[in-house]
């Protein structure tokens, strides 16, 4: 079994395309399926397509009606999403900083449907095309588009409505232009601002890679894109958007997210029976110890790109607040593990961990709500000392 495991000679070329197809064709069906069985927009349970978009789409509606700020006052937005879709229990809130509201503005001027599937077709497009990009033609565009979607961390996206393409394609695009074009990369990587925790082992990882220019360029265009949203709405959205970081933070501790639906190390412990107190306290120690070890990998392997693949899955080990549907950006990691080891051969356990990885995002909800089992760190973390290793031995350089 552990020389099973080890080498997963199971996992060849053949069978891994035909399992990625059979994967994909299910996604698109049930996708196709829920659809077809809404009814204006809302689905049997009730809920509106991409859930967690109406969020987006009313928060971009406010601000074009009342201005910026009116974004971050609750009732408005709840008004909004009631007057969309009828009352309803509760509302979804809009925690993101000024710098999202920018990139989602534009779609409050379209209907909600129009405007959901222009964010998912426009976001999978930007992430599969970085992604691509990033594989250089190590895994070919045909097949990288069907693993893609074949990807369970996908179908949860599409069914959100998240962003989790978006924050994808930026580290992709990130990775790929590091070495290359670093000014182009540090526009990329600096616009994940919009998301600040899923930037979160970014710098520790470039410093240590001595990678100073995308360091500089990175720091540079996060600054750079919150003074354009402080140009576009104002000091007052920044008040109401730092005013409302309050409630995000409540929101964790109280668990009005269920932590279930997380895939952190503060989430599991709250999964397990812990207190909040105590998984700031594990939270807190599996972020040390895991910038110490991209430290420490970075270091060693002197990549630019190197150093955002690891900050790319380290980071979804080292925020507290990361969801299921974040695992997307895990994808960045396994296009590159991948890459390396379609050209020059897997090292031990790295197959079986790319497999693992690659299902957790189906497995990882159930476990956690049905079993309180949560997996996800633990895997997120075997995905990471996979990266590590390779990052540390200098065989992800960032060369064609």
């Not at 049997?44 to 009116?70: C, K």
């Not at 360091?215 to 920044?238: I, N, P």
Request: net charge positive; with cysteine.
């Amino acid at each position: 079994m552990i020389e099973i495991l080890r080498r997963a000679d199971f996992l060849d070329r053949a069978r891994v395309r035909a399992w990625l197809v059979i994967a994909a064709a299910m996604t698109g069906l049930v996708v196709l399926a829920g659809i077809v069985v809404s009814r204006g927009g809302v689905d049997p349970l009730g809920r509106p397509l991409g859930t967690d978009f109406l969020s987006f789409w009313t928060a971009a509606r406010v601000a074009i009606a009342d201005g910026a700020a009116a974004v971050w006052d609750g009732a408005r937005l709840q008004a909004e999403q009631d007057a969309t879709f009828g009352p309803r229990e509760g509302f979804t809130a809009f925690f993101y900083p000024p710098v999202f509201l920018m990139i989602v503005w534009p779609l409050g001027l379209l209907p909600y449907l129009a405007a959901l599937a222009a964010w998912l077709a426009v976001t999978w497009v930007a992430a599969w095309r970085g992604l691509a990009a990033l594989a250089r033609g190590a895994i070919g565009e045909g097949i990288g588009a069907i693993a893609l979607l074949a990807y369970p961390a996908t179908f949860v996206t599409l069914g959100h409505g998240q962003n989790a393409f978006l924050s994808t394609a930026l580290f992709a695009g990130g990775a790929r232009f590091a070495t290359s074009r670093p000014i182009l990369a540090g526009a990329l990587l600096g616009a994940l601002v919009f998301k600040p925790q899923l930037a979160i082992a970014l710098p520790v990882a470039l410093a240590a890679a001595g990678a100073w220019r995308l360091f500089l360029a990175t720091g540079a265009f996060a600054a750079l894109w919150c003074a354009l949203a402080w140009a576009l709405f104002g000091t007052e959205a920044w008040v109401a958007f730092l005013a409302m970081s309050k409630v995000a933070r409540a929101t964790l501790d109280l668990g009005f997210v269920e932590p279930g639906k997380m895939v952190s190390a503060f989430a599991a412990t709250r999964v397990l029976g812990g207190s909040s107190a105590v998984a700031s306290l594990v939270q807190g120690a599996v972020t040390a110890l895991v910038l110490v070890a991209t430290w420490v990998a970075a270091r060693r392997g002197r990549s630019a790109e190197g150093a955002v693949v690891l900050a790319a899955v380290a980071t979804v080990t080292a925020s507290p607040f990361v969801l299921d549907y974040d695992l997307m950006i895990l994808a960045v990691a396994m296009a590159v593990v991948a890459r390396e080891g379609l050209r020059h051969g897997f090292e031990d356990y790295e197959k079986i961990t790319l497999l693992a990885a690659f299902v957790l995002p189906a497995l990882a909800r159930p476990l956690a709500l049905g079993l309180h089992v949560p997996i996800a760190p633990l895997v997120v973390a075997a995905l990471f000392a996979v990266v590590a290793r390779r990052v540390g031995r200098g065989t992800v350089t960032g060369e064609a």
